[in-house]
């Protein structure tokens, strides 16, 4: 579940509250967007694709709180990790068109 | 609430849900010559069960050796009751539509052979694409606008009613036709994506009057790792499964074997390990489904040489294959001017009771979004200038389903309704293994759970839409199982422990519907349909 809105990288452009499909982040008049409903965040990571500042991080566990620590998540790389992944963002090309989907297929049919 | 001032807008088309059944249909409407606005529940692009996932498409060519072998692969399986008229239709519909994405744009990887290789889509840049192109086809979309309810008259389906969900402020839209593209029901099981898809179109079509088909086939569940949301069984093919002292589970596995591993689960915890991937399928793997790896790394674990526990988490009508009852190719539902399309609507034309998961649902929502969309644009046009302007009632009004949240102590709470129900559908000994008694016993629980939100509800944490979820996942949780009493067989993925043979007199599609009084019986149409079929014996 969301378990981050770092303060320091967030820009305050309210793109995760638009995009989260189950309205887990709130507006805030002078900050960061908040995370009003944590319990309905059903781990898609999907904000974290959409946040141009690498400001939030997902965690994997989807029915448990995780304890997150924001410079520890940044040394090991794991802010944006997953936007890097698909290759979205500023200068990066999207890895859809290096998806090899077909040779999984391939193995399957074996 | 309804003191608040109220957004009115009028449209020929309205579609409701915006995956890609529902952006599908809204351009096919809008090629039409259709107005047409877009609702989400949540936002159209990221919304769905396909946004977050990597999607393998039924994408053939057409290549007559080739189309008869899709066609073929699925039949037995699916309890012979798809339809190939259908499957044809929308073999040819997908092809195209997927051939309009690359000429939109869409990144296709190439194959090792040099050419465009068109049969997996990546849910984040496939939605985002046809976010692009609903707007450019002058659709206009409105996110976090949950629908609630439709509206209605003498002459059928006249629009619907919601509310704005950041300012809470209603909305009410009357159109000449609505497309109903909600997605299926996974009873907010946190699935990949689904908790979006909570069985709200299901509710919807049937207080218009529509009926349902397919709902014994609603025994999805998909294999994740147990702490994880990625739901993604097509990878643990290349798995080996084992018991917490390491021994190898005999017999289990991704595909026939998953009810091995529904049996060991009922008593004690089940490991994985991708240990049958090889260096060259790795690459592939982490390329194909990045997301798939996102948790384990993340967690420090490497799933090809470390056991990790897996459970199967359920996934309803989502990647089962029953949904609104489709009466003709237009997608046309048994009410004028409502139109069904993606996975609300019944998936066995082109599956029959096996799950339409993986490539199948993904050509359906294409397809029958388009052919949704077309049909309820000429609808629409047939209606003429008055079409959209009736003056019609919500359906609530008529059928007493709590459409507002009552703050009145004593009242059960949404979330008391919703974990009742969860209780009744998540575990494996009452929905993956079916029989009779254990069927009968969840449905009285769930009739009384019913009888009890008709009185109202409560929903304590400000969610009003909960109130409607509520209420869709008891009346699907009882349109399953009631069809699921009905099916005294096992075909397709409906499996009864007490009939565990499929049965050659019950070879017809079933039909459900009702609210108050729930009601399944044979599809008339299937049975003259395959009267002349010979039932082959399945495996």
Known sequence: ?110 | MSKQEELRLQTDVLVIGGGPAGAWAAISAAQEGASVILVDKGYCGTSGATAPSGNGVWYVKPDPEEREKAMQSREGMGGFLADREWMKRVLDQTYDNVNRLALWGYPFPVDEFGSSYRKSLQGPEYMKLMRKQVKKHGVRILDHHPALELLADSHGVAGARGINRSTSKPWRIEAAAVIIATGGCAFLSKALGTNVLTGDGYLMAAEAGADLSGMEFSTAYSLAPAFSSITKSAFYSFATFYYEDGTVIEGAGSQRGRSVIARTLLTQPVYARLDKADELLQRAMRLAQPNFFLAFDRLGINPFTDRFPVTLRYEGTVRGTGGIRIMNEHCATKVPGLFAAGDAATRELICGGFTGGGSHNAAWAMSSGWFAGRGAARHARTLGALGSRRNARALSESTGIPARAFDQPGLPDTSEIIRAVQDEVFPLDRNWFRRESTLRSSLNQLHRLWHQLKNGLQARDGNVVRVREAAAMTATARWMYVSGLARTETRGMHRRDDFPAQDPAQHYRLLTGGLDQIWAAPDPTSFKQFANLKEESVQ
Request: hydrophobic content about 35%; some cysteine; overall charge negative.
């Open chain 1, 1 to 110: 579940m969301i378990e981050l809105i770092s303060p320091t990288r967030c820009i305050r452009c309210n793109q995760c509250v638009s995009v989260c499909p189950t309205g887990v982040f709130e507006a805030a008049p002078d900050g960061p967007p908040v995370i009003a409903r944590h319990e309905d965040c059903q781990t898609c990571f999907m904000c974290e694709l959409y946040c141009p500042a690498d400001a939030l991080y997902v965690a994997p566990q989807a029915e448990e709180h995780a304890i997150v620590d924001e410079d520890r998540l940044a040394e090991e790389g794991l802010l944006g990790s997953y936007r890097k992944n698909v290759g979205w963002g500023r200068g990066r090309k999207s890895t859809a068109a290096k998806d090899e989907m077909h040779i999984v297929f391939r193995y399957m049919n074996h």
